[in-house]
């Protein structure tokens, strides 16, 4: 494939040696938006001219061809095309890349199909085209069901607008639709909160998605930090505490720090993330987990386009290409077990990394367990929902790896 060699992106690590097919999940990332929200610091831009969409889809393309071959020990199970906003490409341009999916990688008849939608960019026609495509669920932004939340926050919809698009996506007999909301929002009260998830858990999605707003820097509303009414931290706490309750209460199970779903409606795509699965991400500033090897591509869209476009290209189009080592794969593991409500169970971790998790971290554990931010059971330690508000501080103070320098795994004798 003219300017692009899939060994550039990994090695052959000895661990992922030729077996029986393994289950892999694929990532694209669409660029682009029609507009750029304060809050987002993902990579994305505003399209000046559909020659760009079309070349940007081309060159995903390739991309997926070049990885043919290197992938066909895998069975994709998960499909996830996200952004930006996959939505605004043109219904064609969109059908295109779902077709050379299916066309470039062994995807299985039941897999999950997930495209993310912004609420102003979809209609019945398009959804009906996406679904008879093999689309089969819809993760749709709608952050707020409070017009002046959302107008802070500079969304391009309004709520009737969502509320038109879920129906739509109905009618187009979508079955399993994810809603994103946003607690912290400037303006935003706990019973304003409080209104958008009795708003939400009325129309009847399968999956919420409940993340805390991040003022990152370099974005329109970290400029305006100063001058907004954001909810303190004590009232983020509430707010989160107050909705994992109420959401139980309806039927939305928490299995993720950010994520309830209904029985049977997890998100196997990024439960793959959780769980230390492979992945494959495609597309420019995408990020990978495959063969032992992490890595993203560049962030940077006329240079990523160039390497797939021109024969034999001296363009790289990673900028990150790390061999994951036993040290950080075992704090991985114990941060990404810990976002999971079902936790981390012991006996695993002693058969993954050969030692005990009680005698490396227990003392540690044990003083949340008993301050309720953490539960021990069976041999399985697990955050509550106080816990996983503040899991960030927990894990920064249970996990001190200068302490396990000695251990034998880190030093390549086991």
């Given at each position: 494939?003219?300017?692009?060699?899939?060994?550039?992106?990994?090695?052959?690590?000895?661990?992922?040696?030729?077996?029986?097919?393994?289950?892999?999940?694929?990532?694209?990332?669409?660029?682009?938006?029609?507009?750029?929200?304060?809050?987002?610091?993902?990579?994305?831009?505003?399209?000046?001219?559909?020659?760009?969409?079309?070349?940007?889809?081309?060159?995903?393309?390739?991309?997926?061809?070049?990885?043919?071959?290197?992938?066909?020990?895998?069975?994709?199970?998960?499909?996830?095309?996200?952004?930006?906003?996959?939505?605004?490409?043109?219904?064609?341009?969109?059908?295109?890349?779902?077709?050379?999916?299916?066309?470039?990688?062994?995807?299985?008849?039941?897999?999950?199909?997930?495209?993310?939608?912004?609420?102003?960019?979809?209609?019945?026609?398009?959804?009906?085209?996406?679904?008879?495509?093999?689309?089969?669920?819809?993760?749709?932004?709608?952050?707020?069901?409070?017009?002046?939340?959302?107008?802070?926050?500079?969304?391009?919809?309004?709520?009737?607008?969502?509320?038109?698009?879920?129906?739509?996506?109905?009618?187009?007999?979508?079955?399993?639709?994810?809603?994103?909301?946003?607690?912290?929002?400037?303006?935003?009260?706990?019973?304003?909160?409080?209104?958008?998830?009795?708003?939400?858990?009325?129309?009847?999605?399968?999956?919420?998605?409940?993340?805390?707003?991040?003022?990152?820097?370099?974005?329109k509303l970290y400029a305006q930090r100063q001058n907004l009414p954001f909810p303190s931290e004590d009232e983020e706490a509430d707010m989160y505490l107050a909705a994992v309750e109420f959401l139980a209460q309806n039927g939305y199970g928490q299995y993720e720090v950010s994520n309830f779903a209904r029985p049977?409606?997890?998100?196997?795509?990024?439960?793959?993330?959780?769980?230390?699965?492979?992945?494959?991400?495609?597309?420019?500033?995408?990020?990978?987990?495959?063969?032992?090897?992490?890595?993203?591509?560049?962030?940077?869209?006329?240079?990523?386009?160039?390497?797939?476009?021109?024969?034999?290209?001296?363009?790289?189009?990673?900028?990150?290409?790390?061999?994951?080592?036993?040290?950080?794969?075992?704090?991985?593991?114990?941060?990404?077990?810990?976002?999971?409500?079902?936790?981390?169970?012991?006996?695993?971790?002693?058969?993954?990394?050969?030692?005990?998790?009680?005698?490396?971290?227990?003392?540690?554990?044990?003083?949340?367990?008993?301050?309720?931010?953490?539960?021990?059971?069976?041999?399985?330690?697990?955050?509550?929902?106080?816990?996983?508000?503040?899991?960030?501080?927990?894990?920064?103070?249970?996990?001190?790896?200068?302490?396990?320098?000695?251990?034998?795994?880190?030093?390549?004798?086991?």
């Open positions: 494939m003219s300017g692009v060699k899939l060994f550039d992106t990994f090695s052959e690590n000895p661990t992922y040696a030729r077996c029986e097919k393994k289950r892999l999940g694929l990532y694209l990332h669409i660029p682009f938006c029609r507009s750029k929200c304060a809050y987002c610091d993902f990579y994305s831009m505003v399209p000046q001219n559909d020659e760009l969409i079309e070349r940007y889809v081309n060159a995903l393309i390739t991309h997926m061809q070049s990885y043919r071959q290197g992938t066909k020990e895998y069975y994709v199970d998960t499909v996830f095309i996200g952004g930006g906003t996959p939505t605004c490409l043109p219904t064609e341009q969109l059908i295109r890349l779902i077709r050379a999916v299916r066309k470039n990688f062994t995807v299985v008849k039941d897999a999950e199909f997930t495209v993310e939608a912004n609420p102003a960019t979809v209609d019945t026609p398009m959804l009906n085209r996406l679904r008879r495509a093999g689309v089969n669920r819809l993760s749709m932004g709608l952050q707020s069901a409070n017009n002046e939340e959302l107008a802070a926050l500079s969304r391009i919809h309004r709520r009737q607008d969502f509320a038109e698009s879920f129906r739509a996506a109905r009618r187009a007999r979508i079955e399993n639709i994810n809603v994103d909301l946003m607690f912290g929002i400037p303006y935003q009260t706990r019973e304003s909160l409080m209104k958008t998830l009795r708003y939400v858990v009325r129309l009847g999605p399968e999956h919420i998605s409940l993340y805390d707003l991040i003022l990152e820097p370099g974005t049977g409606y997890m998100c196997h795509h990024n439960l793959k993330y959780w769980n230390c699965e492979e992945y494959l991400g495609l597309g420019v500033a995408a990020h990978s987990f495959f063969r032992g090897n992490r890595f993203a591509f560049i962030r940077h869209m006329d240079r990523y386009m160039n390497g797939l476009e021109l024969p034999n290209s001296a363009i790289r189009l990673t900028e990150q290409n790390d061999t994951v080592s036993p040290r950080e794969r075992l704090g991985e593991y114990i941060m990404l077990r810990f976002r999971l409500r079902e936790g981390l169970n012991c006996r695993d971790f002693a058969r993954l990394f050969g030692f005990s998790f009680e005698e490396l971290y227990g003392r540690k554990m044990y003083p949340y367990v008993k301050n309720g931010f953490a539960t021990y059971k069976d041999g399985v330690f697990a955050l509550t929902p106080r816990g996983m508000f503040v899991s960030n501080y927990i894990l920064s103070d249970i996990l001190e790896f200068e302490d396990l320098g000695q251990l034998d795994i880190f030093n390549g004798t086991k």
